[in-house]
């Protein structure tokens, strides 16, 4: 009898779960399955669902090509910078926070204020503030030249400038969300723990490290990885910089190589935009596993 209820009882799980699993097959599963197909397809035509070959020429084009080269240069550069320093700098204005009783949920709002406005408004704002014109060369200029620097073409001049605005308006953008998981982990923590440590006589820093990062560390672990799936993912943020002509600025990522091969100037290869998107899937499930191994090797040694 019991074993007839536990037989029931996994036939209306599963048929609870069916239609997450079909959505999941349907918009999920079957196009990345397509999409490696597509990768191996050499001369694959979308119009007359033809090719002439199959083989690994897509992926030795796309590795030996130059746009997707640097594509991969400023990925990586993107992702190295941004999310340690996003998730330290939320860290800190969360602890912040979290210390200020009186007007927190008010700081708590200006500071998620970037999350809720429109990536493409903000970056316009950002490339108003560092773009030199005929009229003016921006807001961010006016300071460099007030403090007796020269000014400098962050939009359209040298690459370390373009990556700089990049960076900046990435982190920008993505701290807000971080802040606000932060603030609700710290909020979370047993005071119990701070009180054992007052009566201790322990000292913030020691707190802080001993008693908060341990606590909320799983929150800090989720944003390292969700941050380097985010920041692999870019291309609205550069094209809101930099417009849509990447390659000739130099500031592509792999997602906008991934475009440009389907809808750009250089479009109508959807064989090498597959190959390029199964390279990035590749990074980014080698990457995260790396984050889960580490995160797993620390539990370990904790």
Not at 57 to 71: K, R, T
Not at 112 to 140: E, Q
Not at 224 to 240: E, H, P
Request: charged share 10%; proline share 4%.
């Amino acid at each position: 009898m019991m074993k007839k209820k536990l037989q029931s009882g996994g036939l209306k799980a599963w048929l609870y779960l069916l239609p997450a699993i079909l959505f999941l097959g349907v918009f999920l599963v079957y196009p990345l399955i397509d999409v490696f197909i597509y990768s191996f397809e050499e001369g694959y035509n979308s119009a007359s669902q033809t090719y002439f070959g199959v083989g690994l020429y897509n992926y030795s084009y796309v590795l030996h090509d130059p746009y997707f080269l640097q594509a991969v240069k400023n990925t990586f550069i993107l992702v190295i910078i941004t999310v340690p320093l996003s998730t330290g700098i939320a860290l800190l204005i969360s602890v912040g926070l979290n210390s200020i009783k009186p007007l927190r949920n008010l700081f708590q709002t200006v500071y998620f204020l970037p999350y809720v406005t429109n990536t493409l408004a903000v970056g316009l704002v950002f490339m108003i503030l560092f773009k030199k014109t005929a009229y003016s060369d921006g807001l961010i200029n006016l300071l460099i030249n007030w403090f007796g620097g020269k000014s400098v073409d962050f939009i359209d001049g040298p690459y370390w400038a373009k990556m700089f605005v990049l960076c900046f308006y990435t982190i920008w953008v993505v701290m807000p969300f971080k802040i606000l998981i932060l603030t609700s982990a710290l909020s979370s923590v047993d005071q119990m723990y701070y009180n054992a440590a007052k009566v201790d006589g322990t000292s913030r820093f020691r707190t802080f490290v001993r008693i908060t990062l341990p606590m909320i560390s799983p929150m800090i672990f989720y944003l390292v990885i969700t941050g380097f799936i985010g920041a692999f993912k870019a291309y609205s943020d550069v094209v809101a910089l930099f417009g849509t002509n990447l390659n000739a600025a130099e500031m592509n990522t792999i997602v906008g190589y991934v475009y440009d091969m389907l809808y750009g100037d250089s479009g109508g290869y959807p064989s090498y935009a597959s190959a390029a998107a199964i390279l990035l899937f590749a990074i980014v499930l080698t990457i995260t596993c790396i984050n889960l191994l580490v995160r797993g090797k620390r539990r370990i040694t904790l």
